[in-house]
């Protein structure tokens, strides 16, 4: 199984360090459509937007929908410590949400289940991972157990 793996797109409209994190991320995006089309999975792990502002997200969809990467290919979206659960939920209304609330969920995949953690903990820099949210991961990796299923996790930052 082929995975494109990008982090920290950090969207934002305006220069961070001195870079353009929007035409950054279409050339990222670009090189993927040009030479990637074999790959199973494209996952993005988080950071998607720099201050989780709505404009930002906006500027993503954009960014999404003008790209060739449907289907198996469409990226899978997670959010990271820079972004905010609510607006993101907001601005992807598909996105799956715990019964928590939390942007986690599963996906059957040939290689086994990916299993798209929420490690965010809002306000801080730093991952968390919850009571509510570890009881939602047991559940998730004891059904692969039973089904001999191996499991793959995503997540942006460690949880503590």
Known sequence: MKLVHISDIHINAEPILGLDSIANFKKCLAYVEAHDHDADRVVITGDLTHY?????????????????????????????NHDNRE????????????????VQWTEDTPAGLFVYMDTVDQGKHSGRYCTQRLDWLKSVLDGARGKGQRAYLFMHHNPV
Do not use: C, H
């Open 52 to 80: 989780g502002l709505e404009e930002s997200y906006r500027e993503l969809q954009s960014i999404l929908a003008s790209s060739s990467l449907k289907d198996r290919l469409e990226p899978r979206l997670m959010i990271g």
């Open 87 to 102: 607006t993101f939920a907001s601005m992807f209304e598909n996105v799956s949400r715990d019964e928590a609330g939390f």
